[in-house]
């Protein structure tokens, strides 16, 4: 998947030639010095004037000056990724994926891919629902219709014929999610949950049921310090890239 370089597009206010050639740069970083300005001017099919006006809108005196800038911050975070063998910084995905089949992440990039085109819910109560609304923002980013919905209608009914349905537990066991997720299924929804690392009833009714170490199982209103919501994230980050690489 092509790098998005919206933000730096908007900044620095760059036009769909510039835009092209700063990915074409950022995505073949190593080979650019030899290329030179020269070659990557031709091979998109412009002036060397055009490179150098890039260069300078983004605040660099020059081809080069840009070249060896971009290189350094690209440099280092390809080899913190080389030295820890892992892609994603800080995060130890050993322990992460440890209570998860690789047979269910297959399974979970199936779904989406058999399913880009239909109408995808998430559903989450209380601090579930700020982990739910990021991972509704990641799939729509991606051209997915993921509609976040705490309706029971929406799953009793299925008005808009959704396919899939992403829910979030801490314990496995609230009362609302279980009923609307029971609800999904007897409507032909797959349902896919994530959950603490206890047997529990939404897993145990899920197509998919993603567990996740829960370090304070009996804490119920998560007062205590706990990993579990920020590694569903990173969670499913994981999955996403997964899905991606599958994808290209």
Do not use: W
Not at 177 to 190: F, W
């Amino acid at each position: 998947m092509q790098v998005d370089i919206n933000k730096i597009v908007s900044k620095f206010n760059l036009n769909d030639i510039e835009e092209k050639i700063l990915v074409y740069v950022i995505e073949n970083i190593k080979d650019i010095k030899k290329l030179g300005v020269r070659g990557l001017a031709e091979k998109h099919y412009t002036s060397t004037t055009t490179i150098m006006n890039l260069a300078k809108k983004l605040g660099y005196s020059g081809f080069l000056d840009m070249y060896y800038n971009l290189n350094f911050m690209l440099k280092n975070k390809n080899e913190y990724i080389l030295k820890s063998n892992n892609k994603y910084s800080g995060i130890d995905l050993d322990e992460l994926l440890s209570l998860i089949s690789y047979k269910d992440v297959e399974k979970f990039i199936t779904l989406l891919k058999d399913n880009k085109n239909e109408v995808i819910y998430t559903l989450g109560q209380g601090f579930s629902i700020g982990i739910v609304q990021y991972i509704t923002k990641k799939l729509v980013g991606l051209g997915f219709k993921c509609i976040y919905s705490d309706s029971y209608e929406s799953y009793d009914v299925n008005p808009i014929k959704g396919k899939i349905l992403i829910t979030i537990s801490k314990s496995g066991e609230t009362d609302f999610l279980i009923k609307n997720g029971i609800s999904a299924k007897n409507n032909g929804i797959k349902l896919i949950s994530f959950t603490g690392d206890s047997e529990n009833t939404l897993g145990k009714i899920s197509d998919i049921n993603f567990k996740i170490y829960d370090m304070h199982t009996m804490d119920d209103r998560n007062k205590l310090s706990n990993s579990f919501f920020p590694n569903i994230l990173m969670l499913f980050e994981f999955l996403i890239g997964e899905y991606l690489e599958k994808i290209e």
